[in-house]
């Protein structure tokens, strides 16, 4: 039975960007939908038509048969049809079961608040729906993984028969994975309808029971789980064969440029410490730093930068120590690449022009004039227009603001500026998380270059198998310490997911029976 | 092209709010045309009037973008009354006891104003990098503090002794400046202000730090350098229109000299939305209906309060028209392009 059906849904975003273009698909009654794409697909888009964010401008929706035209999510969650997005938003003073009730409160006969009840009705809805939840934990003391199970408990105890998620899986560690994956298809057995949005091929051929693919904005296709793979999926993606193998040539390391010893710092939100860590990578080398989030690795970034204090007994670029140095004096020797390219990489209401000149309007000779007191526009542009122009980026004008590219687009506006920062050490963090297939690959490129050109690379990865395309070593992360260094032509998945979830050297450490390899638990 | 649609924006803004003023009078029995042509000949037409809306403007335009700039670069100074009163008790303290020529005292104690200005700015800035204190409390708390203190020194220390009222003497004349000096001063700090924003590498960096301010840290942003050096600048610029009141005004600091002009400031930064030139236009536009109410009082017989309620149409249109359209146009548009056939629609991001 047809729960939902798109009937030829066009959104439009001026000037003419088709978000989504005559969209036509069907939903069925219990099953898993996977919606996948590259970025500016229209995957959110078409989501949030359905949850009554987004208007069409042209076609329609039809839920039971019935057109529907919803005006906001509360129209759609009458139709017992709602989101949960990538950003949470939970009172972090409340307990599980005062989150879920929220707005939708069962009163007394006197209209207070019947905390009784509520409790009740909220601990059966989890139990029914198999999510593991405690309903009396604070939700501020929970993972981002429990507070996404919460907003799905609060959308079932509003009845709710469609459930959409926005990348669910973007924010969890690897082993929340397949719990969630668990509590989607007990979900799904009960009756419920899931739609699911995510950039993670094997997940969606493992979890879906059918997928769609939308390119451009268009449906390219619908597809039986089953009888479809990640490379087919990839391939309707990008309609081409992308090429998800090395293109790492050997090359000869040559001097050491970073070298780090004995350097510690605090975890932002953790109690673990960073470090004792010591780290040496080289002229022509890249070097992959990986771990589960909230290991460190993101801390190491921000002490290597400067944004936050450290102590070292080394820290240096070349012959420069960097301990003394302010962030602007670091930035003499390293370009950076931050991990989020919204609020750190660029700013999204600024020209493209004015996010290429950031940090070269102070060390780079000619971006600014009269001594440095004015800001040479000219020279902006003509690099803004470079970048454009290597990068292969669609965009009318430079003097376009960022937000208008897409997230891949962006993500090579941010990497254009910081390899044209000639530095010998370049970091970069998450490089290519949030991006298309297309883009990824242009971007490995772009980094395996700065490698051939001698630079010395540092990538902090969540992605195992970029870390494997890339580089030539790769340093695992645990608990803030650095608890695997291995060449990568001798690494394997295996060894880095026990490494980053168990915190050892499984070649040294005698493997246990029966084998596990917890990265394969991964659908 | 953004250009184009914001002005295009303010122009709905505010025709429809001035409709929307004379549907309110027309509702409060007042005779609408007359209302209108006696505000558009009294703050316009008549002799000497131009003159007065214009010179007006200057306080107003400096406080405005004394507000706008610091908005648009992240710290909320909201101190503008109470730098405008430092500002004239610098410049009437420089005035009382300097004799120099006229074309040293003039800049001198225009100078002075913004000394002031930035002074009473500068705490907020100290006290938020010593003590990481929220310079929006700071500098809205040391309003109070600036008019008491000032209030204090015109009453005692300050004092004219022959006056009845609370004032100080007048500076000495070489000190003053006509209406037409007082529009040329607002027009060189208009144009230094649009140098220091748009062209100078501060203005860049104080930009990016509005819009984002962690890319702008990591890019080498000195954050904390910064921040101070805004408070500054707009607390001289809200110095400098108190200085400007003083000076081309009473001559003399007499109780109230600031009047309104610090928070019609932060009003025509948000009606604006912190564009240089915007504070420029709304500060002319508010200022005529100011200058023009009196008239309008005399010839059609309307309240000059009036004048008030017009001003609060204008802001609450203005900002209305701008999320209305924001909003309504861009989905016209969008559906006007869905039913057109893709080809026409430009270039995919790949080909």
């Given at each position: 039975m047809v729960v939902v059906s798109f009937v030829g849904v066009t959104k439009v975003y001026p000037p003419a960007v088709r978000a989504l273009d005559d969209v036509t698909v069907d939903i069925d009654a219990g099953e898993i939908h996977a919606f996948v794409g590259e970025n500016g697909a229209g995957k959110s888009t078409l989501m949030k038509v359905l949850n009554g964010e987004i208007r069409p401008d042209a076609g329609r929706v039809e839920v039971f048969g019935s057109t529907v035209s919803y005006r906001s999510p509360r129209d759609a969650m009458a139709d017992g049809i709602g989101m949960v997005h990538q950003e949470i938003l939970l009172?972090?003073?409340?307990?599980v079961w005062e989150n879920v009730v929220l707005g939708n409160e069962p009163t007394t006969r006197f209209g207070l608040v019947d905390r009784d009840r509520a409790r009740c009705e909220v601990a059966a809805t989890i139990a029914s729906a198999g999510l593991a939840l405690e309903p009396d934990a604070i939700v501020g003391t929970l993972t981002v993984g429990a507070r996404q199970k919460v907003e799905i408990a609060k959308l079932l105890h509003r009845n709710v028969r469609l459930l959409i998620l926005d990348e669910p899986t973007a924010v969890l560690t690897p082993p929340e994975i397949p719990e969630l994956f668990d509590e989607l298809r007990h979900l799904r057995d009960d009756g419920r309808t899931v739609c699911f949005i995510s950039h993670h091929l094997d997940e969606v051929v493992g979890l879906a029971d059918r997928v769609t693919v939308l390119r451009d904005g268009a449906r390219i296709a619908t597809l039986a789980a089953a009888s479809t793979s990640v490379s087919e999926l990839a391939r309707l993606m990008v309609e081409r064969d992308v090429l998800l193998t090395s293109q790492r040539t050997p090359l000869q390391r040559g001097a050491p440029v970073l070298r780090v010893r004995g350097l510690e710092a605090d975890i932002t939100g953790s109690s673990s410490k960073l470090g004792p860590i010591d780290l040496v990578v080289h002229e022509r080398e890249v070097l992959g730093v990986a771990g589960v989030e909230g290991n460190g690795q993101h801390d190491l970034v921000e002490a290597l930068v400067g944004v936050v204090d450290c102590e070292a007994a080394e820290l240096r670029v070349g012959e420069f120590d960097l301990r003394p140095l302010s962030i602007l004096d670091r930035r003499r020797h390293l370009a950076f690449v931050p991990s989020d390219r919204r609020t750190q990489g660029g700013a999204l209401t600024a020209p493209i022009v004015e996010n290429v000149a950031m940090t070269h309007h102070r060390l780079t000779p000619g971006f600014s004039a009269m001594r440095g007191w004015l800001f040479d526009r000219g020279r902006a542009k003509s690099l803004a227009t470079d970048i454009r122009d290597r990068f292969d980026i669609a965009s009318s004008s430079v003097e376009a603001p960022l937000g208008s590219l897409s997230g891949g687009s962006q993500q090579k506006v941010v990497l254009g500026r910081e390899m044209s920062i000639e530095r010998p050490l370049i970091v970069l963090d998450q490089p290519t998380r949030g991006v298309d297939v297309g883009s990824i690959e242009e971007i490995h490129r772009r980094i395996l270059d700065l490698r051939a050109e001698g630079r010395a690379v540092l990538v902090v990865s969540a992605d195992l198998d970029e870390l494997l395309r890339l580089c030539d070593r790769i340093v695992v992360m645990f608990r803030g310490r650095l608890v695997l260094d291995i060449d990568a032509d001798d690494a394997n998945l295996e060894l880095l997911g026990r490494a980053m979830l168990e915190g050892i050297d499984a070649r040294t450490v005698p493997r246990p029976a029966p084998p596990s390899a917890p990265n394969e638990a991964r659908p | 092209m953004t250009l184009d649609r914001s002005w295009r924006t303010a122009l709905v803004g505010v025709v429809v709010s001035l409709f929307l003023g004379a549907l309110l009078a027309a509702v409060l029995g007042y005779p609408v045309v007359d209302m209108f042509s006696a505000l558009w000949r009294s703050a316009v037409v008549k002799p000497g009037r131009l003159e007065a809306t214009l010179a007006n403007a200057v306080p107003l335009t400096l406080t405005g973008l004394s507000a706008g700039i610091a908005f648009a670069a992240g710290p909320v100074n909201l101190g503008q009354p109470g730098q405008v009163l430092v500002g004239a008790l610098f410049a009437v303290t420089g005035g009382l006891y300097l004799h120099l020529p006229s074309t040293l005292q003039v800049p001198v104690l225009l100078a002075l104003g913004g000394l002031g200005g930035a002074f009473w700015a500068g705490i907020a800035a100290f006290t938020k990098r010593r003590f990481g204190m929220d310079e929006f409390i700071v500098t809205l708390m040391l309003n109070e503090i600036g008019r008491l203190l000032t209030d204090w020194c015109i009453s005692s220390p300050l004092q004219d002794p022959k006056a009845g009222s609370v004032t100080t003497r007048a500076v000495h004349a070489s000190g003053w400046i006509s209406r037409w000096g007082s529009v040329s001063f607002g027009l060189l700090v208009f144009a230094v202000c649009g140098l220091v924003v748009r062209r100078f590498v501060v203005g860049y960096e104080w930009r990016m730090m509005g819009q984002a301010p962690m890319f702008a840290r990591l890019g080498g942003v000195r954050t904390d350098l910064n921040t101070t050096a805004v408070l500054l600048f707009t607390g001289a610029l809200a110095g400098f229109a108190g200085a400007v009141l003083l000076l081309a005004g009473p001559h003399r600091f007499v109780k109230g000299l600031g009047g309104n002009y610090g928070w019609d400031g932060v009003m025509v930064a948000v009606v604006a939305v912190n564009a240089l030139l915007g504070c420029l236009l709304y500060a002319l536009l508010f200022s005529g209906l100011q200058i023009g109410s009196i008239g309008m009082e005399l010839a059609a017989d309307v309240p000059s309060e009036y004048v008030q309620i017009l001003q609060a149409i204008v802001v609450l249109v203005t900002v209305a028209v701008r999320g209305f359209l924001a909003s309504n146009v861009r989905a016209w548009q969008a559906r006007r392009r869905a039913r057109r056939p893709r080809s026409d629609s430009s270039a995919s991001p790949r080909s």
């Open positions: 009172v972090d003073q409340l307990t | -």
